[in-house]
């Protein structure tokens, strides 16, 4: 697209950590309707080169480091005060709360943040856990000044930020979650004959089969799969279920 047709446009960056790739079908439908998109994630920059999108690499720690989360900070900054980008949405716990403190303070026109959950610390009652809710709370009703829109991807984590006075009623949304390409993935499998390996390794010729992959921790839902597992088998002998995933 030409690049006067570009200042029809915002220019957006997605910010995320090291899976930011996942996104890739935003950033298609946002290229089909003529943004110019940037990434802008932890993972190697030639990892990104099938998003045929403009990548911008930074580095961030998964976990609590307030030195190196200030440091991740001051790069955000920079990035978005050389680069001028109109429009930031950022995904995940520390992006969404250090990239529109920089967005802002650089100037941004629009800062959006997307809660894909709040991890862990909200699973656990220990001291340390209940102390780093206390700081999360903190942090959240100081960035969401900084948010032109708040999107939550479920009714839970959305009731907890109302509830507790971390977002502003009138500038938050709920979706139903990221989404998977099913025809993509159907596709895919079909052309290289991967679930008829599967089926035929496991031995489960064409039974139903019913699906997880998460990493297999209790926060992700690990029990209540299993126990619909117990449920559908009462009801469907044959069907069986398959978790996948690290621990």
């Given at each position: ?21 996942l996104r ?8 089909s ?7 802008c ?10 998003l ?15 030195l ?8 955000l900054r ?6 001028k ?10 992006p ?8 802002g ?12 959950g ?18 999360y709370?903190?942090?959240?009703r100081?960035?969401?000044p ?8 479920n ?31 159907a ?9 008829e390996?599967?089926?035929h ?18 926060e ?5 799969f ?8 009462e ?12 621990s």
């Amino acid at each position: 697209m030409p690049a006067e047709q570009h200042k029809r446009f915002p220019n957006v960056w997605l910010i995320g950590g090291e899976d930011v790739q996942l996104r890739l079908p935003f950033v298609r439908a946002l290229k089909s309707r003529g943004f110019p998109v940037t990434v802008c994630g932890t993972m190697n920059a030639d990892a990104s080169e099938y998003l045929d999108v403009a990548f911008q690499g930074y580095s961030m720690k998964r976990r609590l480091a307030p030195l190196a989360d200030l440091g991740t900070f001051y790069q955000l900054r920079r990035l978005f005060r050389e680069r001028k980008p109109d429009l930031v949405h950022a995904f995940d716990t520390k992006p969404g709360l250090l990239a529109p403190l920089a967005a802002g303070v650089e100037g941004v026109q629009v800062s959006i943040r997307t809660i894909t959950g709040m991890g862990s610390t909200f699973s656990s009652a220990t001291p340390a856990a209940r102390l780093l809710q206390f700081v999360y709370r903190g942090l959240q009703r100081r960035v969401d000044p900084a948010c032109q829109m708040t999107v939550f991807q479920n009714t839970d984590d959305q009731s907890y930020f109302l509830e507790h006075h971390l977002v502003d009623a009138n500038r938050q949304m709920l979706i139903s979650g990221s989404g998977v390409d099913t025809d993509h993935l159907a596709t895919k499998a079909a052309a290289n004959g991967a679930a008829e390996r599967v089926r035929h390794d496991l031995g489960l010729g064409n039974r139903l089969v019913c699906m997880m992959v998460a990493r297999l921790v209790r926060e992700k839902g690990v029990l209540e799969f299993l126990k619909a597992a117990k449920i559908v088998r009462e009801r469907v002998p044959e069907a069986a279920f398959i978790l996948v995933g690290p621990s």
